[in-house]
């Protein structure tokens, strides 16, 4: 029996800082800079990739390099990082090469050098096919520019790409959330991901919000929102595999499956976290002291995560899937069944109609799919 916290990591994850702009709405570790300091970072970036050779488990089957906008590198600085991981990581091993793009800052130049590198899924932050939602939420692109960046992937020979959207601005209508859906589905991606607006602390958003010149859309126009993009995707060939996210059949997304089955994972770059042998860890945010840091040393994160803690966020992961958590599996990782570690919590769920179990999976019923988190909480 595999250890529930002895699951060697199969994913790796690279983030690329860098922005052309930051976006109002984002909080992830990213800032605007320039070449030098783009150069210090991945020279950094190659030296702890080199570290992962040094590790029994150092073949990955998934690989992501997000952001950030990774895109925004200029061939040269693309190059030099697409060649750090070959150099370090047997592409032959390699099943899922992703890369997060922004609409406007790919080239034909860049992505056929990612297909030269083995790159073979793209991930494209479009967010909304509205230009007055693209300029609400601080993007740099346009409509226009989404639609010709598919385009040129598509001309470049990519046969699997994710689109992301965002739903949920305020005084954004039902209609123009359901026009969005159309003009997305039209480019006909393999994978969606939808994604409801959220306002976190420190954000321009947020600022704006706390000082009343925006408001919150009401909550039921975000969930019927919500419902129509469940309704039209499913309707139109999208598997409905996780909670904000559709694929065509073949094209779900292993590397993020890997975290929603709650396995193990390596991250490299600044503020990146990985889960390995029951260890997370986070690695030094700020960008600066990352770059002039070793690898010994970047780590400013550290917990090991107790065996029933792993186990509810196990559950609490995996209920994001649709198809649930498998008893089965879990027994075999953990050594005890469901029902005996959260026997309470899931038949009051049951009985309130928001988990079921299918056969011998326990999974979200419709109902507790519109109030997930409230679900998940309970196995806190």
């Excluded at 690279?14 to 783009?38: A, Q, R």
């Excluded at 967010?127 to 609400?136: E, H, I, N, R």
């Excluded at 049951?350 to 326990?362: A, K, Q, S, T, V």
């Amino acid at each position: 029996m595999i250890s529930g916290n002895n699951i060697p990591p199969k994913a790796l994850y690279l983030h690329i800082p860098f922005c052309e702009k930051k976006c109002y709405y984002c909080d992830f570790n990213s800032i605007v800079s320039d070449s030098k300091t783009i150069e210090h970072y991945l020279e950094a970036v190659d030296v702890e990739l080199r570290t992962l050779t040094l590790m029994p488990w150092y073949t990955f089957t998934t690989v992501y390099i997000g952001g950030g906008t990774p895109s925004l590198l200029s061939e040269y600085y693309l190059e030099k990082l697409l060649r750090s991981v070959v150099s370090y990581i047997p592409v032959s091993g390699i099943k899922e090469f992703t890369f997060e793009a922004n609409p406007g800052s790919l080239t034909m130049g860049k992505a056929r050098l990612l297909k030269e590198y083995q790159v073979n899924r793209v991930s494209l932050g479009v967010q909304s096919f509205q230009d007055k939602q693209l300029t609400f939420l601080g993007r740099v692109h346009s409509c226009d520019d989404a639609r010709k960046t598919f385009s040129l992937l598509r001309e470049a020979g990519f046969t699997n790409i994710a689109v992301d959207l965002l739903f949920g601005c305020p005084d954004q209508s039902l209609d123009e959330w359901k026009s969005d859906l159309t003009n997305l589905v039209e480019l006909n991606p393999e994978h969606i991901s939808t994604y409801s607006l959220t306002y976190e602390e420190g954000t321009p958003l947020t600022v704006d919000l706390k000082g009343g010149m925006i408001n919150k859309l009401d909550e039921e126009i975000e969930l019927e929102m919500y419902k129509a993009a469940i309704r039209y995707l499913s309707s139109n060939g999208y598997d409905h595999y996780e909670i904000s996210n559709f694929a065509k059949n073949g094209y779900e997304c292993s590397h993020n499956r890997v975290y929603w089955e709650n396995t193990g994972y390596a991250g490299i770059g600044a503020g990146a976290f990985s889960f390995i042998d029951g260890i997370r860890t986070m690695n030094e945010r700020d960008i600066f002291c990352y770059s002039k840091g070793s690898p010994a040393d970047i780590k400013s994160f550290r917990e090991s995560l107790p065996p029933d803690r792993l186990a509810s966020e196990t559950v609490i992961m995996s209920l994001r899937l649709r198809q649930g958590i498998s008893n089965t599996d879990f027994i075999e990782r953990f050594g005890y069944t469901l029902d005996d570690r959260f026997g309470d919590t899931i038949h009051k769920l049951i009985h309130d109609g928001f988990i079921n179990y299918d056969n011998e999976r326990l999974k979200l019923t419709e109902k507790g799919l519109f109030v997930a988190d409230s679900v998940m909480a309970e196995f806190l």
